[in-house]
Nanobody
Framework: QVQLVESGGGLVQAGGSLRLSCAASGRTFSSYSIGWFRQAPGKEREFVAAINWSSGTYYADSVKGRFAVSRDNAKNTVYLQMNSLKPEDTAVYSC????????????????WGQGTQVTVSS
């Protein structure tokens, strides 16, 4: 069982930065891949980024070069550094965990956090 709690969301102007955190419980956290997803009002949940147990990363094309995902297994935490934010990045961001390699598909993740709101003003 893994429990996830996101933090770090907020309101930021276009071009600004935010760092989201995903804090996990559980002694086996280091063996899980963590994915970040976002969902804007009226839209489907979409993949943002993922990181596996060896810190291999993968990004959606829409955020490549602007977002960076990292993990600190000693702190049981995964981070999503978001730079050069755009109004279209506005969404609820959620982290999710799976005991396997990275995936872009939400249905392949077993555990989810409650989400944190990110709002980017123009």
């Amino acid at each position: 069982q893994v429990q996830l709690v996101e933090s770090g969301g907020g309101l930021v102007q276009a071009g600004g930065s935010l760092r989201l955190s995903c804090a996990a419980s559980g002694r086996t956290f280091s063996s899980y891949s963590i994915g970040w997803f976002r969902q804007a009002p009226g839209k489907e949940r979409e993949f943002v980024a993922a990181i596996n147990w060896s810190s291999g990363t993968y990004y959606a094309d829409s955020v490549k070069g602007r977002f960076a995902v990292s993990r600190d297994n000693a702190k049981n935490t995964v981070y999503l550094q978001m730079n050069s934010l755009k109004p279209e990045d506005t969404a609820v961001y959620s982290c999710a965990a799976r005991p396997a390699d990275r995936s872009t598909l939400p249905r392949q993740y077993s555990y989810w956090g409650q989400g944190t709101q990110v709002t980017v003003s123009s």
